[in-house]
């Protein structure tokens, strides 16, 4: 009887670490899945009327912004801008504020803010909208300039937009570019190939950088108008875009500014296509992970919250011997399997559920 008793009270106090560990693993979960924006200033003039109040929602006003251009499409942003500061406030997990100073009437601070990736994407649905992964990539970039009547072609130091690129830059750009240095070799090669350029295969240019990836952009002038042909490979996808645009004054830095920048905006938007959330497609998987090894749980909990896809997961059902894991998928079994597959979590599948092994 004293032996029941005490295996009961050991199975008992297991049950009791089990449930502590797992309303843990719910806490971290729920934390994790965000979409944060660090480090965003704010300025705010510092007199009478001046109020925590209005810093806060200048604050939160403007990290919703930041994030909004990483995640939706530049078609997109009309769709959110009459987003008001109490919606804007419901989808905070939290924030914080630091690095504050008050210097000549005017106050000055830093600030993070955490927005629940759950609640966006559900409000992101309601205008429907279907959000990207804020993901970094390195492109390989080449711009290349041909002068139509001279039938030249414009490189390096000689082209306005090498140059200037990177003057253009945004906080909410996700495309790292790397730009070549100056190579005659280049010069020589592209020089030969000026009537066959749209056709001609750059992926060399780039693996010299060890990247796939690659933008080139190809801009016709004449008298009349700029004509901008732009190869983008990305992930093994080839998109080509074609588009016309009144002559570029080089030497209006507005001008140029403003190209670049509209050119920067259509290949961010082809980045977020490509890592683009489908939030109607909500594929409901059960995963099971065996209780005994809470190692394995931990890092199995930790793996899945690191899968941009999942926009919910949560523990189920415990005893004492499995965790049952419920997890919401935006994407496809195949998609889903790949997820993991990058994880190294290895599983079988047992009817509707899948088994970690």
């Known amino acids: 009887m004293l032996l029941f008793n005490l295996k009961t009270v050991k199975k ?3 049950l009791i670490f089990i449930f502590l560990l797992i309303n843990l693993l719910s806490i971290k979960s729920v934390n994790a899945i965000s979409f944060v924006v660090n480090d965003l200033l704010i300025e705010k003039k510092y007199d009478k009327k001046f109020t925590r109040d209005k810093v806060y929602n200048l604050a939160f006003k403007k990290a919703f912004n930041e994030i909004m251009l990483k995640i939706v499409s530049t078609s997109n942003q009309n769709k959110i801008s009459d987003t008001t500061i109490n919606t804007i406030k419901s989808l905070i997990d939290s924030f914080n504020i630091y690095d504050e100073k008050f210097i000549e009437n005017k106050y000055t601070a830093k600030v993070d803010v955490t927005f629940n990736k759950k609640n966006t994407l559900m409000y992101l649905e309601t205008k429907n909208i279907f959000p990207s992964i804020p993901k970094k990539v390195d492109i390989f970039f080449l711009p290349i300039i041909v002068d139509s009547e001279k039938n030249d072609l414009l490189l390096f130091g000689k082209n306005s937009l090498y140059s200037k690129w990177d003057n253009s830059k945004k906080s909410y750009h996700l495309i790292q570019y790397i730009m070549p240095q100056e190579d005659i070799d280049y010069i020589k090669v592209l020089k030969k190939e000026l009537d066959n350029l749209e056709g001609f295969d750059f992926e060399n240019f780039a693996k010299q950088y060890e990247l796939k990836n690659f933008i080139i952009s190809i801009i016709y002038i004449d008298e009349i108008e700029t004509r901008i042909l732009s190869k983008i490979k990305i992930n093994d996808n080839l998109k080509i875009l074609n588009k016309k645009i009144k002559k570029i004054n080089f030497k209006d830095k507005d001008n140029l500014s403003k190209v670049i920048l509209n ?38 909990e930790k793996k899945l919250k ?22 919401i998928f935006n994407g496809s079994p195949n998609q889903f399997l790949s997820s993991v597959s990058e994880k190294n979590i290895n599983f079988e599948k047992d009817e509707s559920i899948w088994r970690v092994k």
């Open 12 to 14: 008992t106090f297991f």
């Open 263 to 300: 050119l920067k905006n259509d290949y961010e938007d082809q980045w977020k296509i490509l890592n683009q959330i489908n939030t109607s497609i909500k594929l409901p998987i059960t995963l099971s992970v065996s209780s005994k090894d809470m190692h394995k749980v931990f890092d199995i």
């Open 306 to 327: 690191d899968i941009d896809l999942i926009s919910e997961v949560y523990i189920q059902s415990f005893d004492a011997e499995t965790i049952i894991f419920k997890i």
